[in-house]
């Protein structure tokens, strides 16, 4: 069965960076898109980008551009996002989901099918 | 970017009833790649609406979707009392940022 199983929560300081990762199983890693998103507490979701895992090529919600990497291991079929310059509103609980599906070269626009279970990052002075 | 609004953003009703729900996009979504997920308290959102209408494996055909263009509705025909939560709109179209909009939360009245 198709699994999302995320690292655990964290607690940092202010200007800190953060790494997650989020590990696939249960389906071949490199045919579908991972996608982050996550919720401050007691917020709406919020979309922050997603990666190919085939080839690695990265898309982000502009507010995240420059302080958000995602990068992903094709051997452990595990992706990994790096958030920078942390700040007290990215409290918040960040998930990993799978989302496009490619092909043969062609990608397809898929919804957000499954979720890992979140992954709370607590930013505090 | 496009922006999904919500409507309302609680809805109090019985079990029992009908709820309707709506998201109004600023653009039209290409497609119709308009998905809705659910979300109870402590847990991830699950996925339970695709391409507009389509319901996801396991989902009971109490919940339905329609809609196209900029205007969408997830339709729940008799609320039951696991149904009451969180509801997230979401285009996944081909141009990110895929948004969410912000929620319509239904409760038990």
């Known amino acids: 069965q198709v699994q999302l199983v995320q690292s655990g929560a964290e607690v940092k300081k202010p200007g800190a960076s953060v790494t997650l990762s989020c590990k696939a199983s249960?389906?071949?890693?490199?045919?579908?898109?991972i996608h982050w998103v996550r919720q401050a507490p007691g917020q709406g979701l919020e979309w922050m980008g997603m990666?190919?895992?085939?080839?690695?090529?990265?898309r982000f919600a502009q507010r995240f551009q420059g302080r958000v990497a995602l990068t992903r291991d094709t051997s452990t079929s595990t992706v990994y996002m790096d958030l920078n310059n942390l700040r007290s509103d990215d409290t918040a609980v960040y998930y990993c989901a799978r989302g496009f599906y490619c092909s043969g070269g062609s990608c397809y626009a898929r919804p957000l099918d499954y979720w890992g279970q979140g992954t709370l990052i607590t930013v505090s002075s | 970017e496009i922006v999904l609004t919500q409507s309302p953003d609680t809805l109090s009703l019985s079990p029992g009833e009908r709820a309707t729900l709506s998201c109004r996009a600023s653009?039209?979504?290409?497609?119709?790649?308009l998905a809705w997920y659910q979300q109870k308290p402590g847990q991830a959102p699950k996925f339970i609406i695709y391409?507009?209408?389509s319901r996801a494996t396991g989902i009971p055909d109490r919940f339905s979707g329609s809609g196209s263009g900029t205007d969408f509705t997830l339709t729940i025909s008799r609320l039951e009392p696991e149904d009451f939560a969180v509801y997230y709109c979401?285009?996944?179209?081909?141009?990110?940022?895929?948004?969410f909009g912000q929620g319509t939360k239904v409760e038990i009245k």
């Open positions: 391409a507009a209408s």
């Open positions: 990666i190919n895992p085939s080839g690695g090529s990265t």
């Open positions: 979401q285009h996944y179209g081909t141009s990110p940022p895929y948004t």
């Open positions: 653009q039209s979504v290409s497609s119709n790649y």
């Open positions: 249960g389906y071949t890693f490199t045919t579908f898109y």
